[in-house]
């Protein structure tokens, strides 16, 4: 089974802290991905990465950045908290690569880190 | 630009009363429609991927059908055990990327 283990289950933090979000899988994904989750919103792509190095923003990319320096890992960093950054984020990962026009395969989460920024 | 809906945003059921969520979407080309299961305090788990109108999946209690313009998912004679946030998400064809887009979810309470 695919495992995505992402280090902290909840933290707070406060206004103008800069804060790490980390996330690992174990099953040589090549793409990995930020999302926030927040009530009648739903999922909302933050950043996602397809390879070592590699980043491309998503839908709501502002007030965050990203680090994926091994394939395994991938960081989403808030350079300055603010509160309107208190959420559910979720990392995922999928092995599709660069040819995802001609693969359709599922995402694999984690568990989610509920961030409270006071 | 895509948008997927899902309705009702809550649905609360006696155990054994079987009924099915809505998945409603707008994309300029459907690649794959995805639906997950969300438990309290967890990701999403991945439940079916359906890719073409008429096409049906089933697991367990849960059973997905797609149209051309949204999808449903059945749940029958369901258990207190499938109390869970439904989520449904599209793969458009068009966004060379893949990226999915989520509905909001439909929190389903199943009581005894």
């Known amino acids: 089974d695919v495992k995505v283990t992402q280090s902290s289950r909840y933290l707070v933090k406060r206004t103008g802290e800069k804060v790490f979000l980390e996330c690992v899988q174990d099953?040589?994904?090549?793409?990995m991905f930020w999302y926030r989750q927040d009530p009648g919103l739903g999922l909302r792509l933050i950043y996602f990465s397809y390879d070592v190095k590699m980043k491309e923003k998503g839908d709501i990319p502002e007030g965050y950045s990203v680090s994926r320096e091994k394939k395994e890992r991938f960081s989403l960093i808030l350079e300055s908290a603010s509160t309107n950054q208190t959420s559910m984020y979720l990392c995922?990962?999928?092995?599709?690569?660069?040819?995802?026009?001609?693969?359709?395969?599922?995402?694999?989460f984690g568990n989610g880190t509920r961030l409270t920024v006071t | 630009e895509d948008q997927v809906t899902q309705s009702p945003e809550a649905l609360r059921l006696q155990e054994g009363e079987s009924s099915s969520l809505n998945c409603s979407y707008t994309v300029s080309g459907l690649r794959g429609l995805f639906w997950y299961r969300q438990d309290p305090g967890k990701g999403p788990e991945f439940l079916f991927t359906?890719?073409?109108a008429g096409e049906e999946k089933e697991k367990e209690r849960l059973k997905a059908t797609l149209t051309k313009k949204e999808s449903f998912l059945h749940i029958t004679a369901p258990k207190p055990e499938d109390s869970a946030t439904y989520l449904c998400?599209?793969?458009?064809?068009?966004?060379?990327?893949?990226?999915?887009?989520f509905g909001a979810g439909t929190q389903v309470v199943v009581t005894p």
């Open positions: 998400a599209v793969h458009d064809l068009t966004d060379s990327w893949g990226k999915l887009q």
């Open positions: 359906l890719y073409s």
């Open positions: 995922a990962s999928d092995p599709s690569g660069q040819l995802l026009r001609s693969y359709n395969s599922p995402l694999h």
């Open positions: 099953m040589d994904h090549e793409n």
